[in-house]
């Protein structure tokens, strides 16, 4: 068993992320994008900003409305609703990219970005449903009390990782497998919430663009923290697997007397010259056979 080090899992963290940050930084700006890029599509032309504007001066809400909606307000609702929806739907697609890109990072050399877009479209909506009650649950459990709320993000933490890369495993496989890795490292994975804490925050400090950096080595942060513990499990199921085979084996029983020795199994002595003899005449020869 590997072991959680935070140390070396950060570590490795790092180094990988000098070597993929190109890509990954990319897709982060992508993602941070995506909803920027839904609402501006969606909002009014300069000309209809100048109208506002006046509109807005001359309080007349209405006209604001109006011509904010292209039509009423009804409108102007089903056109945020629509921004919303599509903006979430975006982002999650992307996320599951950089969930498997990632993965891949920390596994492999070659990341082959071709292959993992159609693999994450063929299993989206897998993904998404299973993101969807994440979320559900999350915000319950936070709504309830904030404790619960805490305790299930660190026990859930790998439920997107897991459904992005493993579409095999269903809603409550999933959940189960991301409570068995957490399982006995639930205070060490707290000091994972403080470390890329602390790393957001000097991204922060470094004129707020090492924000997007800091998001590329958390990223690979828990991409390999997820390569670790789930390494450890599949050690320790190696091992069960072993055990209760050895277990449920039944012992071989010899029945040999005493002074008696076990002839040896793979030495066969050839059969006599005489008796080949025999076997041929009283069956013919075989060379017809073969004609």
């Known amino acids: 068993m590997n072991g959680l080090n935070i140390d070396s899992i950060f570590g490795r963290a790092w180094t990988l992320s000098k070597k993929h940050w190109p890509l990954l930084l990319i897709l982060v700006i992508v993602s941070s994008m995506t909803g920027q890029v839904v609402s501006a599509c969606l909002q009014p032309s300069a000309a209809d900003q100048i109208r506002m504007i006046t509109a ?17 307000g009804a409108l102007l609702g089903v056109k945020l609703t629509a921004a919303v929806v599509i903006s979430c739907l975006l982002s999650w697609l992307i996320q599951m990219i950089m969930q498997r890109v990632s993965w891949q990072c920390v596994t492999t050399e070659e990341i082959d970005l071709t292959a993992q877009f159609k693999n994450c479209l063929k ?3 897998h993904y998404l449903g299973i993101c969807l009650v994440y979320t559900i649950v999350l915000v319950l459990a936070t709504c ?37 890795l957490t399982k006995g490292h639930f205070w060490t994975l707290v000091g994972y919430g403080m470390v890329s804490f602390v790393i957001v925050i000097v991204g922060f400090l470094c004129c707020c663009v090492g924000v997007l950096f800091s998001e590329v080595v958390l990223l690979l942060f828990l991409a390999e923290t997820y390569r670790v513990l789930d390494a450890d499990a599949n050690e320790e199921d190696g091992f069960s697997v072993q055990d209760n085979a050895s277990d449920t084996a039944e012992p071989e029983t010899t029945d040999m007397s005493e002074g008696s020795e076990q002839a040896p199994v793979d030495s066969v002595s050839p059969a006599p010259a005489n008796e080949q003899d025999n076997v041929s005449t009283q069956y013919g020869s075989t060379d017809h056979y073969q004609k």
């Open 56 to 72: 807005m001066m001359d309080n007349n809400y209405d006209e604001v409305t109006r011509i904010a909606s292209g039509g009423s």
């Open 144 to 180: 309830c009390c904030i404790l619960p709320g805490l305790y299930l993000a660190i026990r859930l933490m790998f439920v997107p990782i897991i459904a992005a890369n493993r579409p095999e495993l269903s809603l409550g496989e999933t959940f189960s497998r991301s409570m068995r």
């Open 123 to 125: 299993g989206y909506l």
